[in-house]
Structures are given as C-alpha cells and as structure tokens.
C-alpha cells in the first residue's frame, strides 16, 4: 500500500535470466498506491517487461492482465481519471482522426433465472435496469479488460459482463490502421 511491487505471479516466462531481470525492474519501481476513499489500498495489476535490444535495462509498464481459466469475475472500474470516457474538449481533441469502434455482433443479455423468480413471486411485470460497463477494444476487435463502471444490482451485472464478452467489433482505426481503444457500453435489462 505504500507503492512498492510484491510480484505474485509470473505470466508468459520465456527464460529464467530474462524472468530474473523483469522480477527485479518490476520491484525497483515505485508506482502510486491505489486509492479507495483516499485511503492507500493494494491494488492487483499486470505489468509487462519488455526486453529490446536497444534498451539497456528493462522499462515495466501496466498490460491488461490475462485472463485466470473459469474466472469470470467482474471487477468495478477504478476511480482513475484515465478511464473517464466523456466527451469533454480533451478527448474531443484526442479523436481527432479516429474512428471509434462499430459492432459486428452483439449478444442479448439475459435475466438471472434466480431473478425471473422472485419478480413473477412479487407479481412485478414491469422491470428495468441497466448495468453499465467500460472496456477496451482490442486491435482485433475483442473486449477486453471489463470492469463494472454502474451496477444494475439483482445479479445483472455479471449476465451484461457475459453477454458483452461476447460481442465482436470493426476495431477503432487512426489513419486507416486498427487501434485498441476504451469504450463504455450500456447493456438494458427490460421486462414488460
């Protein structure tokens, strides 16, 4: 919590000198703390060593974590700035010459049965919520890297999270050239 890096496991090791180094940059770093309630919190992250034979000692940087098999969990957005999506006067000047990423296919969430239940038990036949969840759209045209941004709550949340990873893109492009880029979605749950 005070911003130093305890490495808890090592992803894609390809030789053990190059694991060695990478251990030993990713705890010479020193990063910001998270911060939940501006309280300092241990926060898990993936960094990346990148081993280049121009540079000299090996830089860390923060990668999207990969994926645990059988782990579905979805976790809440981070309070960061960095992920705030909106349309204010810096990202309008961010986007300029990109072209966002375009759904090729979207799946349709659906209702927790455990849900459907206790609705039809409480004679309740009008039901709206909506989850909203923000992610990267990889090169590929891929969700990644979801996180919880709005819960809808009634266990929605992670029916939206299955539905949207699902969905495919036309990726966002610069110039032509696909690019990763981070969008929020609004998944609505209906019932009439």
């Known amino acids: 919590m005070d911003g130093t890096a305890n490495v808890r496991n090592v992803y894609h090791s390809r030789n053990s000198k190059c694991e060695a180094a990478a251990i030993s940059a990713v705890k010479e770093s020193a990063f910001q703390p998270g911060l939940l309630n501006n309280h300092p919190v241990p926060v898990l992250v993936c960094?990346?060593?990148?081993f280049l034979s121009h540079i000299k000692s090996p830089a860390p940087e923060l990668q999207s974590c990969p994926r645990e098999e059988g782990s579905e969990e979805l976790r809440p957005c981070p309070a960061n700035p960095a992920r705030d999506t909106g349309s204010g006067e810096n990202s309008a000047k961010s986007l300029i010459g990109i072209t966002p990423p375009k759904p090729l296919h979207q799946q349709e969430a659906e209702f927790p049965?455990?849900?459907?239940?206790?609705?039809?038990k409480q004679h309740i036949k009008d039901f709206e919520a909506v989850s909203v969840l923000s992610l990267i759209v990889d090169v590929s045209g891929v969700p990644q890297d979801l996180c919880l941004l709005r819960p809808a709550g009634n266990g929605l949340d992670p029916k939206a999270a299955e539905a949207v990873r699902r969905y495919r893109f036309d990726p966002a492009r610069k110039d032509g050239k696909p690019i990763a880029m981070q969008i929020t979605i609004e998944v609505d749950f209906k019932l009439y």
């Open 47 to 50: 960094i990346g060593v990148p």
């Open 113 to 120: 049965d455990e849900l459907l239940r206790a609705l039809k």
